[in-house]
């Protein structure tokens, strides 16, 4: 016995396909577009980490030189780093605030890298 003909065939119409690659296209558009912005969030985020331990280092080498020979670490210098500080009493307490910017030679988004901080004063030996 043979299967009946019509014009109709087993399968998917055009419109039917149209309609599966269009809702493919958008689901990968949304996955390709979500992977660059997690590239962008990473990149982003190991700059600040950078920055952050350029930063720690630059208030430690502070903390280190204070307390050595009360110079100012940045005529000693560490490198790439200017620092600006003022001393300010709160409540009896000696502090420092401390403003760390990096030099042009850091490199050219660091102009907008700008860090104030407060460090206890050393404290000053009696003579």
Do not use: C, W, Y
């Amino acid at each position: 016995m043979q299967p009946p003909t019509t014009s109709e065939e087993a399968g998917f119409s055009v419109l039917e396909m149209i309609v599966a690659f269009t809702i493919l296209a958008l689901v990968l558009g949304m996955v390709s577009q979500s992977i660059a912005l997690a590239r962008r969030n990473i990149v982003t985020a190991e700059a600040q980490l950078r920055s952050i331990k350029e930063l720690r280092a630059a208030i430690l080498l502070h903390q280190l030189g204070s307390a050595a020979d009360n110079t100012n670490p940045a005529q000693a210098g560490f490198a790439g780093f200017h620092t600006e500080e003022r001393e300010i009493d709160i409540g009896g307490s000696d502090i420092i605030a401390l403003r760390i910017e990096p030099n042009a030679s850091v490199g050219p988004t660091a102009g907008n890298m700008r860090f104030l901080t407060f460090v206890p004063a050393p404290a000053r030996r009696p003579q």
